[in-house]
């Protein structure tokens, strides 16, 4: 038999359920004869039929986004995040695990800290990280080699059954209303990161870092009205104290990431002082499906 949670996933291909065909977890098959085979950094690749429009994050991007996060700058934007997930996860009979869908999990910071919180708690989860950059998932399974992680385009239909998960985590990532809705048990929660007026901006436009726009929340909230209602949300500031090296990742790891050149920023950046206060400016949605 395959372990429970694999029944959770579907085959990218027929949509019928996938399971694993073998003790270490290293082979994804479905009765339909369609099998996957994790990559050797741990992924497995369930990007399938017509290509994506939504251009992947670089080599370059992510490990610069590795390295930002590896070094502490947004862990409490991650213990935070972690924090409004973790109600979803309890409250399930004795010894069963909730699950967890990291959605644009990128490197995979950001669900290990939700992970980290689980076992502190003593809250069984399985988690799924589902991001269409190969260059993350190479880091995230790594950082994450107790989740099933899998590349993916969130625009297509997820690869995760109906009333599957107890929770979906969207940071910095686009947002699937009509299919999150589909996944979500009843109860669950979709907690939503996003960055907020006023960003980053004592840097942003000497790095050329996209600006934030200022209906940027009602665009969110339209976006999954008619899926979703809102529940809470909470805004946090943080102050860092960045070198410039620390700009040039910020710089590279977000979208501007595909546009820009790290020895320009380089150049940009080399008369930066020595270390530069910079506010971070998010805010964390929490929203429930509506019947």
């Not at 429970?4 to 479905?30: I, M, N």
């Not at 995040?81 to 010894?95: F, M």
């Not at 009333?163 to 929660?189: H, K, S, W």
């Not at 400016?281 to 509506?290: E, G």
Request: glycine letters at 10%.
């Amino acid at each position: 038999m395959f372990p429970a949670f694999a029944a959770s996933l579907l085959c990218p291909v027929c949509r019928t359920s996938l399971g694993f065909s073998d003790g270490e977890r290293r082979t994804l098959a479905c009765a339909a004869g369609h099998s996957f085979d994790a990559a050797r950094q741990g992924y497995f690749n369930f990007l399938v039929g017509k290509g994506t429009v939504f251009e992947a994050d670089t080599a370059d991007m992510v490990a610069a986004r590795f390295d930002f996060l590896s070094a502490g700058h947004y862990s409490k934007l991650a213990e935070a995040a972690a924090e409004l997930v973790a109600p979803a996860l309890q409250g399930r009979s004795p010894g069963a695990a909730a699950t967890v869908l990291d959605a644009g999990t990128g490197t995979g910071h950001y669900l290990r800290a939700v992970l980290d919180r689980a076992l502190v708690e003593g809250a069984p989860v399985e988690a799924i990280g589902l991001d269409i950059s190969k260059f993350a998932l190479r880091r995230a399974a790594k950082l994450n080699p107790e989740a099933v992680n899998l590349a993916g385009d969130v625009w297509q239909p997820l690869p995760v059954g109906d009333d599957a998960v107890d929770a979906v985590t969207v940071v910095f990532a686009p947002r699937n209303a009509a299919d999150f809705a589909r996944v979500l048990r009843p109860g669950g929660r979709l907690i939503v990161v996003t960055p907020r007026p006023g960003h980053l901006a004592e840097i942003a436009g000497q790095t050329g870092m996209l600006g934030i726009e200022p209906a940027k929340d009602e665009r969110l909230a339209a976006s999954l009205e008619g899926h979703f209602a809102l529940l809470a949300a909470r805004d946090l500031d943080l102050q860092l104290s960045l070198t410039p090296d620390d700009a040039v990742r910020l710089a590279l790891m977000g979208p501007a990431g595909h546009h820009l050149d790290r020895g320009a920023l380089a150049s940009l950046t080399a008369g930066f002082p020595p270390l530069t206060r910079v506010s971070a400016r998010f805010r964390l949605s929490v929203f429930v499906p509506r019947p």
